[in-house]
């Protein structure tokens, strides 16, 4: 078994409990789990040794919140918004048209160019969420091609109600209950509902997650992006890993965040793109919320796959510090998906990421930066320098 130490790190973020930022430290890396952390000079012998030159490392990024199977963008729709247009989710159908005309090898080779477009800024783990087919076929191709790229797949039949379904919204949902979810969940991990005026109400968004869990998918949900509603309440009342957006809330919906453990991912290149306000990330995680941060990347409310610029967005925006930010970036998204593994570090084949602990899956980020502080400081400038995987450079 080989081991590489990764040793002249400047900084080192490991969110380990006592020390969760060290400095002038070292890593070591074995069958693509990391072995040690510590001081560069208390590092333990290795096969290899890399040397990163005083740079900061910092986990790789967990993005728990992308729509990357799709065809062609909506520019236009976010040019007229920049000179005063709402946003509405009705331009999701735009894309579920380009979508359906797409063969399996256009959305395959789309979908791959940009996870390895998000990979390119530091992401390391990545969720993708079907939603811009709407048929039995087209859902179960996109969560096809989703899982020749990651193992988190979700399936989001109960994105927004098609064309052809618009008088008859119930029947849609009999079909993302039935057939669609048939033969969707080979294929995923977990189920979503965006519940939302417009889109489906709670009573549908309750009657679709308890289908997926029949067929042993896990809940997430999109809530309370446009408007207040109930539910941020029904992803806590179900126990959901996540419920995302959140970005209207009252102080009950905190309360009840605060109470289930129900991560809030907030995903502010969504109000970057549609000029809502930003979700208020401060006084959730001053009512000791868990929050995680996501790109939501799709091209309609959020075309960025950048993480790095989406906790830039959280800090000058939302009222994180960047050392809070890095961590709804990371740890906590790892949570979102329940892939953070245990405090003691359990290394259970899947968990164990969005951290640099001992038994931690080796995903991390080499910057052109001192220190962490600066994927916030710097916005918009090009600090991930190496993207590591499982133990390996890609
Ligand atoms: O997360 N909210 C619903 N779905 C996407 C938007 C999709 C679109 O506009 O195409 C979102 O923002
Ligand atoms: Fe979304």
Redesign the pocket.
């Given at each position: 078994m080989t081991s590489t130490l990764l040793t002249g790190i400047g900084e080192l973020t490991t969110w380990d409990a006592q020390q969760p930022v060290l400095t002038g430290a070292a890593l070591v890396v074995e069958s693509g789990r990391v072995a040690w952390t510590g001081l560069a000079a208390e590092a333990p012998a290795a096969d290899t040794a890399v040397d990163v030159g005083g740079r900061a490392v910092v986990p790789g990024f967990v993005d728990s919140h992308t729509?990357l199977v799709f065809a062609g963008d909506r520019a236009e729709e976010f040019a007229a918004r920049m000179k005063g247009e709402a946003y509405a989710?009705g331009?999701?159908r735009t894309?579920v048209a380009a979508t359906r005309g797409a063969s399996d090898e256009q959305l395959l080779a789309h979908t791959a160019a940009l996870v390895a477009e998000l990979a390119r800024q530091g992401t390391t783990t990545v969720e993708i969420k079907s939603g811009y087919g709407l048929t039995v076929h087209d859902e179960a191709r996109s969560l096809a091609i989703a899982r020749q790229l990651t193992e988190e797949t979700t399936f989001l039949g109960a994105?927004v109600v098609p064309a052809e379904y618009a008088d008859d919204p119930e029947a849609y949902v009999a079909l993302v209950t039935g057939p669609m979810l048939e033969a969707a969940a080979p294929y995923a991990r977990w189920i979503d509902v965006?519940c939302e005026d417009g889109a489906f109400d709670v009573d549908q968004a309750r009657t679709v997650l308890a289908a997926g869990a029949a067929h042993g998918l896990r809940g997430r949900l999109?809530a309370n992006?446009l408007t207040y509603g109930a539910g941020v309440r029904l992803a806590c009342e179900l126990g959901l890993a996540a419920v995302d957006h959140c970005t209207f809330l009252t102080d009950a919906d905190v309360g009840a965040l605060a109470d289930s453990g129900t991560v809030a991912t907030l995903?502010p290149g969504?109000e970057f793109s549609t000029r809502q306000p930003y979700p208020d990330a401060r006084r959730l995680l001053d009512a000791g919320v868990r929050v995680a941060l996501a790109s939501?990347c799709?091209?309609?409310?959020?075309y960025t796959s950048s993480m790095p610029f989406c906790l830039a967005l959280a800090v000058r925006e939302m009222g994180m510090t960047p050392t809070e930010a890095l961590r709804a970036a990371t740890e906590t998204g790892a949570h979102a998906l329940a892939r953070a593994g245990d405090r003691a570090g359990n290394t259970a084949s899947r968990g164990g990421l969005g951290r640099l602990t001992p038994g931690s899956r080796a995903d991390l980020v080499v910057l052109e930066a001192p220190s962490h502080l600066h994927l916030a400081y710097r916005p918009g400038v090009p600090l991930v320098r190496q993207v590591w995987q499982g133990g390996v450079p890609i």
């Open positions: 729509h989710a331009g999701i894309t994105h965006f999109h992006q995903l969504v939501d799709n091209p309609g409310s959020s």
